[in-house]
């Protein structure tokens, strides 16, 4: 299994940008990516971005241009950087582990998450 611990949350003011950090511990070997995950109150939880270990990244149309994943794969950690934050970033902030194990009839995948963190913006 995989563990998942986050920091860097926290209240900022609009325009400005903050760094969220997750480390992943366990059988980290069988990680195939990470990402972050956001839900606001009220509102379904959203992909932000997920990054592969090959370092393909993805990200929401709303944070692109905006936010930055990056992921250090020797310390399990991945990053999520966030510029030019709006108000409507506040939510809580989830970190995501995809992880996939082969066996003699295929492969099964399980997904891991942080217990999330608060970020709010204000205006």
């Known amino acids: 299994q995989v563990q998942l611990v986050e920091s860097g949350g926290g209240l900022v003011q609009a325009g400005g940008s903050l760094r969220l950090s997750c480390e992943a511990s366990?059988?980290?070997?069988?990680?195939?990516?990470l990402g972050w995950f956001r839900q606001a109150l009220g509102k379904q939880r959203e992909l932000v971005a997920t990054?592969?270990?090959?370092?393909?990244?993805n990200y929401a149309d709303s944070v692109q241009g905006r936010f930055t994943i990056s992921r250090d794969n020797a310390k399990n950690t991945v990053y999520l950087q966030m510029n030019s934050v709006k108000p409507e970033d506040t939510a809580v902030y989830y970190c995501?582990?995809?992880?996939?194990?082969?066996?003699?009839?295929?492969?099964?995948?399980?997904?891991?998450w942080g217990q999330g963190t608060q970020v709010t913006v204000s205006s």
């Open positions: 990054i592969t270990t090959r370092g393909s990244t």
């Open positions: 366990g059988r980290t070997s069988d990680i195939n990516s």
């Open positions: 995501h582990a995809e992880v996939v194990v082969y066996t003699i009839e295929g492969s099964s995948r399980f997904d891991y």
